[in-house]
């Protein structure tokens, strides 16, 4: 009798695989269950602080399918930056199971968990909001694990629900269900809710009792409808919010919150009536309906060309006065939608003014207590809800220009994605600036901006400051060893954050080799290379004590040449000459040798005492500080022309003088400004700067207007002035020191005609440009540049400390 033994079992590998990036808030151990349950492998799945822990035990083809697979198909939100993979004893236990989360030591130069950001509400969630026999339906609080709030309600890593806003919400046995089933799509979504269990909301009106749930939206739409305004509660705060269409409640809320002509923006129910009032190509269409939901300003359509009725333009024209584009988002989250209605509800308002609950240049209210008294003389009713908001994240605002998108506040839906390093940093917190303030907190190669913050001249902001930093160090777990500030001796920013540092002494960074070097960060470049950075902006503390803001830097990380600057012209009276834009107007004109003609509308404009008080403090220099700022003379322009001889808001005068070169269209023929060097150092033989002289454009421009040309035909023969300025300057860069790169930085490249006639020309002349795309051009992205160049001055104090110098062509 023969005896037939059996095969022995194949061998059994068990891998331990660590994943790093953002994966967690992503249903990314779900996903991790679902592929080892596909591939029948055993083991667990926890997240950490570091990311996620993965250990699958299997046949060893189904081991390493699982690991090339992870990556590959990791979920839509994921973003999977090193997986490490170590194999380990086999135990021959059977299942797998998501195991609870456990502690972590943060982040690290390679890797660590990262913290999504707020995403808006999926279709999925939608479509179960909108359907009467969903249990979901019409509960404003509807998430799963691709969409709702991460950043703003998480209050530490790992990323659980025990770390989150939603700790107190306890979930029912329906919910728990889904939360633990693998095949459910809320499997571990950390901010599932229902009716049953979730945050509530609650309608406030003075003197009247407080409506709770389906009652408290129902009143807030018929006060909207009615003319109201409304605060509502949103994902990262406070909305102010009222009937885009009614130009009574327009202005009411405009006078309220004392607004001047600063455009509102404005909330479509989607993107069809969106495209009724703006021009929308693909690119504008990609950003306007992403995960992120930003506010993208986008170009009014005029009447004739199928766009808004006379009436609907007539309401525009109350909530952007004056302004070419329109700032236009969608819904985000489930109150919107609902706000805006669902089938079978009373008619409502179809367009909704959604502007920051705050007074200009503070932060945006998160707090409900804080909100019923700081918000009282603003409103007349609040819709809110009882889920606290940890952070506040205000909305982000984009354009797209030459089809890429141009961030110009980088908040809500991008934050706290991290940007990727060129190099290895030490643990630093960047202050950033003054205005449209947001740090960064850096390790490793990944770099943490904090969302919009606001202007620090109120002790609100510089509180919401600190918060920010303490929040923002708990989620990506850095201790900065370093703080980098700017230069200006009384920039609050740099005053706080050096009470947040380990004790050392800033690394104090030059403004405008911070708007450079966040550039060059941006684009992953390493510093080897110095690149010419034209780096325009309003205003910018300069080595020798004047304002900067029209230069041209030849610059690496290490250190930065002044190559070229507009010519200086006296700022009179500082902040007012910010305010009255004709102040500049008549400075310009002074220094160009052109006479203050009645003919001139930025004379007329001028008080006659006031214009007496001003060629006296002209002639005398008394608080006339020096100014090379690209920004000014856009005022300077504006004024000139007849467009904006006072200024609302930040760069109102050059918003508008960009909207009427737009109007026109490109100019067949620019002004010239005028190139000549300044003298060099004796001392050591190097050149002067190159100084670039207005006063040829603004005769030629007054030429003009006397001639009758209209505002727009200037406008456009300005802008291409200046385009033409920095292609000569930057082919003369490129002459003398061979350089081939070139950043477009700083606020003015906001721009939208500048940067792309700038970025068009260049590049025709065979430079590499470098322009803005993850962070804004604007003081915004300055803390990315700071945090670089202190970093190469850290390094370079434990190395042997050299003198910059930039390569000869």
């Not at 135990?91 to 502690?103: E, H, K, Q």
């Not at 600190?466 to 700017?486: E, I, S």
């Not at 930057?730 to 700038?758: D, I, K």
Request: net charge neutral; glycine share 10%; charged share 20%.
């Amino acid at each position: 009798m023969t005896v037939h033994q059996s095969a022995a079992p194949a061998p059994l590998l068990r891998r331990r695989v660590s994943v790093q990036g953002l994966v967690q808030g992503v249903g990314f151990r779900p996903f991790v269950h679902a592929l080892a349950a596909e591939l029948a492998l055993a083991g667990h799945v926890t997240n950490t602080g570091e990311g996620v822990l993965v250990e699958v035990e299997g046949a060893p083809a189904a081991v390493d399918g699982f690991c090339r697979r992870l990556a590959a198909e990791a979920p839509p939100l994921a973003d999977v930056a090193a997986v490490h993979q170590e194999d380990i004893a086999a135990t021959g236990r059977a299942g797998f199971a998501i195991a609870p989360s456990r502690p972590g030591g943060g982040a690290s130069p390679v890797g660590g968990a990262l913290i999504p950001p707020d995403v808006a509400t999926c279709a999925r969630c939608l479509a179960e909001l909108a359907d009467p026999k969903d249990r979901r339906y019409r509960h404003p609080f509807i998430t799963c694990t691709d969409c709702g709030p991460r950043f703003t309600i998480v209050t530490a890593l790992p990323y659980d629900r025990a770390h989150t806003t939603m700790a107190d919400f306890p979930m029912c046995a329906d919910c728990a269900g889904e939360y633990a089933d693998p095949t459910d799509r809320r499997f571990h979504a950390q901010p599932v809710s229902c009716h049953s269990c979730g945050p509530q909301l609650a309608l406030v009106v003075p003197g009247a009792p407080a409506l709770d749930g389906a009652a408290a939206l129902a009143g807030a739409r018929r006060l909207l409808a009615g003319g109201a305004v409304v605060a509502v509660k949103g994902i990262g705060g406070y909305h102010l919010v009222c009937d885009a269409l009614d130009a009574a409640a327009v202005a009411l809320l405009r006078r309220r919150k004392n607004r001047g002509d600063k455009p509102f923006a404005v909330m479509a129910r989607d993107v069809a009536g969106a495209a009724e009032l703006v021009h929308l190509d693909a690119a504008e269409r990609e950003v306007l309906t992403g995960p992120a939901r930003p506010i993208v300003l986008l170009r009014r359509r005029a009447g004739g060309d199928g766009g808004p009725s006379p009436r609907v333009a007539a309401a525009l024209d109350a909530v952007a006065p004056n302004a070419p584009d329109l700032g236009v988002l969608l819904p985000y989250a489930p109150l919107h939608h609902l706000l805006f209605g669902l089938p079978g509800d009373p008619p409502g308002p179809a367009l909704l003014v959604m502007t920051s609950a705050n007074l200009a240049g503070e932060p945006i209210v998160t707090d409900d207590a804080e909100a019923l008294v700081r918000l009282a003389a603003l409103v007349d009713a609040w819709l809110t809800h009882d889920r606290p908001i940890r952070v506040p994240c205000d909305d982000s605002v984009m354009r797209v220009v030459d089809g890429a998108p141009l961030p110009l506040r980088r908040s809500r839906g991008l934050v706290p994605t991290p940007v990727p390093l060129p190099a290895s940093v030490p643990p630093v917190l960047a202050a950033g600036g003054d205005l449209k303030n947001a740090f960064a907190i850096a390790e490793g190669r990944r770099a943490w901006l904090s969302g919009h913050v606001g202007d620090m001249d109120d002790l609100a902001t510089l509180d919401a400051f600190d918060r920010a930093v303490d929040h923002l160090r708990a989620v990506c777990g850095v201790r900065p060893r370093l703080v980098a500030t700017d230069r200006h001796p009384g920039y609050r920013s740099a005053r706080r954050a050096a009470g947040l540092g380990a004790g050392a002494d800033p690394i104090r960074v030059q403004h405008h080799h911070a708007h450079v070097a966040a550039a060059m960060a941006e684009h992953r470049r390493d510093g080897s290379r110095p690149v010419i950075g034209v780096a325009f902006d309003g205003t910018g503390y300069g080595d020798d004590g004047a304002v900067w803001g029209g230069e041209v830097l030849l610059a690496d990380y290490a250190g930065y040449e002044r190559f070229a600057r507009l010519a200086y012209v006296p700022l009179p009276g500082g902040d007012a000459a910010v305010a009255r834009p004709y102040r500049m107007a008549l400075a310009h004109l002074r220094a160009a040798g052109i006479a203050w003609s009645p003919r001139l509308a930025c004379v007329t404009a001028c008080p006659a005492d006031e214009r007496l008080a001003l060629e006296h403090q002209l002639a005398s220099g008394l608080h006339c500080v020096p100014t090379s700022s690209m920004g000014r003379l856009f005022d300077a322009v504006s004024s000139l022309v007849g467009i904006c001889h006072r200024a609302g808001y930040e760069a109102q005068a050059a918003v508008e003088l960009e909207g009427a070169a737009r109007t026109h269209g490109p100019a067949a023929q620019g002004y010239r400004f005028a190139l000549h060097a300044e003298d060099g150092d004796a001392r050591d033989g190097s050149a002067g700067a190159v100084c670039a002289d207005p006063g040829p454009v603004l005769a030629a421009a007054v030429a003009d207007l006397r001639a009758g040309a209209d505002a727009g035909l200037v406008a456009a023969r300005f802008h291409a002035a200046v385009v033409d300025l920095v292609r000569r300057l930057c082919a003369l860069a490129r002459e003398r020191h061979g350089l081939a790169e070139v950043a477009l930085t700083g606020g003015v490249f906001a721009n939208a005609v500048l940067l792309s006639g700038c970025a068009r020309g260049l590049a025709a002349d065979g430079f590499t440009v470098l322009r803005h795309h993850r962070v804004p051009p604007n003081d915004g992205g300055l803390a990315l540049g700071q945090l670089m160049v202190a970093a190469h001055a850290a390094d370079r104090e434990e190395s042997a400390p050299c003198a910059w110098q930039c390569p000869a062509g």
